[in-house]
């Protein structure tokens, strides 16, 4: 039987490419989306082993019913990739409350809300792996980005904290930090934006999301059994 | 089998203690040496054994062996 994982943020971009490179490598996916018509489209193109489970991860209700569904309907749970994650940009003196208290409840309290979740599952069967999907505005800063760099930074001591409450029972916690990696989300800058970001990176060039997947795979996988708390850049050299 | 004999059976399996360490005074961190998630597996292992659900706030107040018995009594087991 495939291993089961489950990824957040899954209808799109990253997410998107994470379940892809999932399946492809053997495993089942439980994708979740708050973007129920994407993730229907997404679901009908991965196929039987990908199942669409549509949740807003800033709701503890409906994570911790919808996280005892999957269990439920498709037994256990041995990955879990925390990738939603929203952006509000703006200068922090122009910065609503509201768009700093948005992007943090989806991208570090709905990456808690998740790992508590499928924690109690995963120290049952002693074994599993999560993998949280930080970024290198974490380390780097980013002007206009307070709210997100926040988050992405708060992922990081998730990923320790949680490594240490956890190691001793075969469950890892790792981080990834994508670099500028082509989604969505970059599409919709400039040329001239997006050459001046690639210009910046040591490797000259943008990311795939396949080459986050591809991580997220190796931190899921046994292959990386003895690897845990550790924050793995994707990103072309841009943070060394 | 008892119920004392039920619930020291489940300490013993999940700690590796000996059986005449599991007293009704033992408190589980520092005379049965259970660090924070060795309790929270332990309440676990009593919610599947005996099919209940023990909340967090109650969880938190079992710190012996004494009282997750005297609990489990009160919630009508046997």
Known sequence: MNRLAVVTGAARGIGFSISQKLIDSGWSVAGCDVLEDDLKKKSEQLGDNFSAWVLDITDENAVNETAGRIEKELGPVFGLVNNAGITRDGLIMRMRKTDWDTVLNVNLTGAFLMCRAFSRGMLRQKAGSIVNISSVVAILGAAGQANYASTKAGLIGLTRALCREFAARNIRVNAITPGFIETEMTSELSDEVREDYAGRVPMKRMGLPGNVADAVHFLLDDVSAYITGVVLPVDGGLTT | ?78
């Open chain 2, 1 to 78: 089998m008892s119920l004392e004999n039920r619930v020291a059976e489940i300490i013993i399996d999940k700690l590796g203690v000996k059986p005449e360490q599991v007293t009704a005074e033992a408190q589980f961190d520092t005379d049965l040496g259970a660090d924070s998630i060795d309790q929270y597996e332990l309440i676990m292992g009593f919610e599947d054994a005996f099919g209940l659900r023990i909340d967090e706030d109650e969880a938190t107040k079992l710190t012996t062996v004494g009282k997750v018995v005297d609990y489990l009594k009160e919630k009508g087991l046997d």
